[in-house]
């Protein structure tokens, strides 16, 4: 082929680069990973063809690189290797053709797909070589396949045609000539081009280089002195840890890798390090963070996992692969076993991923496993970190939902300010005829363990866990039961208890009391008899399967309060308490007596006040008990008391 030829692209190839060039790609810069990571390919493709042909090493031997070349008078960026090349049919085959098979359901897919939906094309269709017209308006590729004689010089504008022309070239490999746009000059730079190759291509195995001006002492100058020379530089570490052997890698270099990927200042709490082999191989480096880094506490929450595929980056924040309750992990998975749709970034829903999460989520789950039982006093300040996060995994991972609420921990009624106790511990000490698991929800323990709620349970010697987590409420929803024991608030329903004829005589003294305060009260559904209370007055409950006082405080901050129901909540009053029995002897003596609605509003306030939650009208209640004071003559309650006497 001694004469230029002109080839035309395919009608629908013609379209596609132009999607490519003007609105498919989200960030122009990937052009150069496509580049490189091509660069790399035909480096690893001569290496293997080699083995079966060694001539084809002969005119360059193996000192693989792959060298970014700026030329800032043409405004023209090089990526040059000297992997295995391409003949004239080869290079008509692959640059001249894309996805020779589904381009044209490929691109009715992307012209029915939003904008912001489109995913950015690589791997399988064949055209990441394509995205380098992003940045150029004319692309030249330079290259002879090793073992043969003449090389071949294709270019493009990318628009309706190509040509090929046979050209001398004595070494073996590629080389492609970018001439820049004029808005993309900023790719002549060589801090942008350093900060793509460490963002996209770091660990690729072999060299990448390039010219850079370095400082140097003047020859026989003064001291201090210096002159600038050009020389190249590897712009890549090479250094992809999670491919070594565990038992290879020091934990300073763990340490190091770790802080880089994870922007932590400390080192890692625990290093899972291993490799899956069989049907489906991949590599896995993940790391437990001793402390929660500060995109916790703002943004949404992302997963924490770098995706490779041979050494190329693809994505971070790789929620297929790990899922969100677990997003504390960081770390990198390679693996060339993984399925890619159009785009690298977007991972296909199928058997393979759902196999590889399934490993790193059974890997990690193990490790806190272990952790727990081995180190307790390490996983009580991972869990005092990471713990809530993990209790999402119950409502989200369903098929691990056990396993999860094996490694809770919980403060309860029996434990210190600082111990904690587990679901296992707690059935382990549960007394004889306990066969419920209590807990009660607040915001604050020094709160809820005061609970009137608890009064009861705690006499019986019955523990309760105080859950203080936003998710709580969501962990006992989903988790239902532990170990064949169900989970009771201990502030819902009525406790199991029954009654003496004592008691049912005392409700039915009080009857029309109860009658009485529950007219005197809007939003309350029930007054009755407590069994929960031993020293309060009175205490609020929810159905059932009411919505607890907890939640709706959660949904207000929200605002969401709105999607609520309306409160209709119990109000348990305690027979016994001196301030319940004033209150029905002043209704027996005169139900119309101001003073009993007042002491059935200050009642039902003072056991909102004990679950947490605020008055609607604190200034009605203020003014209830200056009427109160009021109404109390010292003169006359020194009488009543001598008469008494």
Known sequence: MSQVQTHEFRTELEQLLDIIVHSLYSEREIFLRELLSNSSDAIDKLRFEAIREPALLEDAGTDWEIELRVDRDTKTLHVIDNGI??????????????????????????????????????????????????????????????????????????????TLE?????????????????????????????????????????????EVDVQKPLEGGEEGETMTVREKQTLNSRQALWLRDPREVDPAEHEEFYRQISHDFEAPARTIHFKAEGTLEYRALLYLPKKKPLDYYWGEPKAGLQLYIQRVFITSDCEELLPLHLRFVKGVVDSSDLPLNVSREMLQKNRVVEQIKKGLVNKVLRTLEETKEKEREDYESFFAEFGATLKEGVANDPANAQRIAKLLLFHSTRTGDDA??????????????QDTIWYLIGERRSLIERSPALEALREKGQEVLLLTDPVDEFLVAHLGEYEGRKLKAADRGELPEGESKDEEKKEEELEGLFTFVKTALSGVKEVRASHRLRESAAVLVADEHGVSAHMERLMKRMGRGEELPPRERVLELNPDHAAVRTMRTLHDKDPSDPRVEDYAHLLYEQAVIAEGSTVDDPAAMAARINRLIARTDPGEETSERAEAN
């Open 166 to 210: 046979e050209i001398e070239r004595p070494e073996r490999g590629t080389e492609v000539v970018l001439h820049l746009r004029d808005d993309a000059h900023e790719f002549l730079e060589e801090h942008v081009l350093r900060r793509i190759v460490k963002k996209y291509s770091d660990f690729l195995e072999h060299p990448i280089v390039m």
């Open 85 to 162: 090349g391409m003949s004239a049919t080869t290079i008509v085959d692959q640059l001249g053709t894309i996805a020779r098979s589904g381009t044209r359901e490929f691109l009715s897919a992307l012209r029915e797909a939003e904008a912001s939906d489109r995913p950015e094309l690589i791997g399988q269709f064949g055209v990441g070589f394509y995205s380098a017209f992003m940045v150029a308006d004319r692309v030249t590729v330079f290259t002879r396949h090793a073992g043969e004689e003449h090389g071949v010089k294709w270019e493009s504008e990318g628009k309706g045609s190509y």
């Open 420 to 433: 904690t106790v587990d679901l296992d511990t707690y059935l382990e000490r549960m007394p004889e005829g």
